[in-house]
């Protein structure tokens, strides 16, 4: 699997903590079995398009 492939087979609600300038620092999800997976940001992976 590519590394900026992500694959989570849970329900939950997303969790997103952001900067005072409004980027994310903090991806997760809270999934309903009460685990808490957090995704790991990679700036240089990173594009709008």
Known sequence: MPAAARLLNASGIGW???D???AP????QLTGDERSV??????????WE
């Open 20 to 22: 005072h300038e409004g």
């Open 16 to 18: 997103l903590e952001l």
């Open 25 to 28: 620092v903090t991806i997760q």
């Open 38 to 47: 957090e995704f790991l940001l990679h700036e240089d992976e990173a594009s």
